[in-house]
């Protein structure tokens, strides 16, 4: 096999230096947004740190004082020590406070971190929940996501750096002045120590970038087979298929080959880092040479010499880090690019939703010569779909796999547009409604619908999550879908934690799941129900129960089942037939059975397979 990720980096999207730099527009929406989180938080790390940056400085000066005035009393026949104690108590005090400040800068950052982390989740899950389902499914676009969420503690780390940064460059800037003040010449020194690794370091974080973009997707497969790999509910499957092997192998292939690339950056990184970090070292000592050669000849003091070396040491350090710290923000602002630029996807409906929504429906849906097919597909799954649903209809699609059933009820849902054709609700075309009042409509269970691991109640209570607190309608949709008889079991009842991921929490079968996912569609009196295979893995009783509850509750009313299972899709007022994504057939039952085709026949054949 092609070693894919190996080739494939020179192939993917490599960022420039340009790209990088462009990136740090965003640093002050950033601030912003943290300075919003917390203002007080933020004041207070800001206030530290400039403490904390002028105090290198002035420690170093009263270093140089003491020395003198030791050299000085040493000197004199009758030393007087009081203002040398005083001198090495200052230094002991600006010691503490120096301790003291850091603290409280990890303290403000680490706290100011959190809440940032929070907001900026916060915004990710509501942004995410108002995105369109077709853009969820583009992977390009779920890789922006991807990259928008992981990163949380990216940008945390990015805001320590940046105030760091800052704090750096004001302790730079003072050291500086203290070399000119006593021996302008070093600073020459100073910028040829550090040239080569501002550049070594610019350069190699650059490549980490790329490498970690560029490997996106890869990493998703990575997180997705390391799930299944190790996980409960895929453990069955892999036990039995024996399935260990197969997925080991498909992770450390592709883990090795960006395990691969990346030794190969960080082993050039720490080789070039360390060379020039000699050259850093050697152009330290060349200034040392120079500082000792002035006090020999008497030009300047011991404790200017003390000063000097101590500043001179100390700023080749802050630069370096300063450079490094520079990178490292570059790095992550570009991550902050993602952020953002996920943030200000624009969201606004491509027609203006300018219609208001009717409280009832007077005359129903029409579907007229829909097609439609998946983003990033070109199979076109909906063929010209025309047929209408009458206010109070009951209607049943019904078709082999893949034929198009849900698919035509996520259209209904404007989960997606149709690629043309239009659908209709009382004359008007349904995308010029406001698409959360549309789809709040609607009371629908999906297929593949989502066990929360949460307590039963909440399971339930999802279907319209604002009457949590209504255990009367709570209890009254268990009973609907039958969840009554499984909650009555449970040790907790309505507060037992469903799943197997948190303590205390009981599994429930496919079936329980089901009648309790099945409550959640009877949460609020919607307009129109949408039951898609509400009652597949019910048994026979079960479902015939289900059924009658809900055909006597929707009595005159909307409402749209999918199902295989003939003996419930006999009871609509009429059936839809698709295959292929046509409409086959449309008719009562009675109709279709008269009509002998598709349907008669799939009727026919289920009716021999229960005698
Ligand atoms: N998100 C998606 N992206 C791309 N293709 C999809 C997507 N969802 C469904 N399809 C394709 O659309 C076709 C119709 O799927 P749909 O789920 O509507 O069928 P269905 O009639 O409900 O089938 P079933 O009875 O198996 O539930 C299938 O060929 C399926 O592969």
């Not at 039963?456 to 879908?481: C, M, P, V």
Request: aromatic letters at 12%; a neutral charge; proline letters at 1%.
């Amino acid at each position: 096999m092609a070693r894919r990720g190996l080739q494939s980096l020179s192939e993917k999207k490599k960022v420039n230096f340009k790209g990088s730099f462009s990136a740090l527009v965003f640093i002050p929406r950033f601030f912003k947004e943290i300075w919003r989180t917390n203002k007080s938080l933020f004041l207070g790390s800001a206030f530290c740190r400039l403490i904390a940056a002028i105090l290198p400085v002035i420690i170093l000066w009263i270093g140089k004082i003491i020395i003198d005035e030791i050299v000085l009393q040493a000197q004199v026949e009758t030393a007087d020590l009081s203002r040398l104690w005083l001198y090495v108590g200052i230094e002991f005090g600006l010691i503490v406070v120096s301790d003291l400040v850091s603290r409280a800068i990890s303290l403000t950052d680490g706290l100011l971190g959190d809440a940032y982390s929070i907001k900026s989740s916060v915004s990710i899950m509501r942004k995410t929940s108002k995105i369109d389902m077709s853009l969820l499914e583009d992977s390009e676009f779920y890789d922006k996501l991807e990259r928008a969420r992981t990163q949380t503690t990216g940008r945390v780390g990015l805001m320590s750096n940046a105030l760091g940064e800052l704090q750096s460059l004001i302790s730079i800037g003072t050291l500086i002045a203290g070399l000119i003040y006593f021996e302008p010449y070093l600073i020459i020194l100073l910028v040829l120590s550090i040239i080569p690794s501002f550049i070594n370091e610019i350069w190699f974080s650059q490549q980490q970038y790329s490498l970690a973009r560029g490997w996106t997707a890869e990493r998703r497969e990575l997180d997705y087979l390391r799930y299944i790999g190790a996980n409960n509910e895929t453990a069955k499957e892999i036990k039995l298929f024996g399935l260990t092997d197969f997925i080991v192998d498909r992770f450390q292939r592709l883990s090795q080959d960006y395990f691969d690339l990346n030794k190969k950056l960080a082993v050039k990184r720490s080789a070039l880092g360390f060379v020039f970090n000699v050259l850093g070292t050697l152009s330290y000592y060349g200034a040392y040479v120079f500082i000792i050669y002035r006090v020999v000849t008497g030009v300047i003091t011991l404790g200017e010499l003390t000063f000097l070396s101590g500043a001179f040491n100390r700023l080749t350090k802050n630069l370096q880090e300063f450079f490094s710290k520079f990178t490292r923000i570059t790095e992550s602002a570009l991550y902050l690019k993602d952020y953002f630029e996920f943030i200000d996807i624009s969201i606004e409906p491509k027609i203006t939703e300018d219609q208001h929504l009717p409280k009832t429906i007077r005359l129903g849906f029409e579907f007229k010569d829909v097609r439609f097919g998946y983003p990033g597909s070109d199979t076109e799954i909906l063929k010209g779909i025309s047929f209408e649903m009458k206010v109070g209809e009951k209607l049943a699609f019904v078709g082999q796999n893949g034929a198009g059933k849900t698919t035509l009820t996520k259209l209904l849902l404007r989960f997606y547009e149709p690629t043309s054709g239009a659908i209709y609700l009382d004359g008007i075309n349904i995308n010029r409604f406001n698409k959360a009042d549309y789809q709040n409509y609607f009371g629908v269970i999906f297929q593949d619908f989502f066990k929360y691991e949460f307590t039963a109640r909440e399971n339930i209570a999802i279907g319209d999550i604002k009457e949590l607190n209504n255990q009367q309608k709570i209890e009254n949709a268990s009973e609907l879908s039958l969840a009554n008889e499984v909650i009555s079991e449970l040790k907790k009842g309505y507060d037992q934690q469903l799943g197997k991921r948190f303590a205390k929490g009981q599994d429930l079968s496919g079936g329980q799941w089901q009648k309790v996912a099945l409550a959640r569609a009877y949460m609020k009196n919607a307009e129109v129900m949408i039951l898609d295979e509400p009652t597949s893995a019910l048994d026979a009783k079960a479902e015939s129960d289900v059924f009658q509850r809900f055909i006597a509750l929707t009595k005159n009313k909307t409402s749209i089942i999918i199902s295989h299972r003939f003996s419930t899709v006999r009871q609509a007022d009429r059936i839809l037939v698709l295959e292929n994504g046509t409409v086959l057939e449309l008719g009562t039952h009675q109709e279709l059975i008269e009509n002998d085709s598709l349907y008669s026949e799939l009727f026919t054949l289920q009716a021999k397979g229960y005698q």
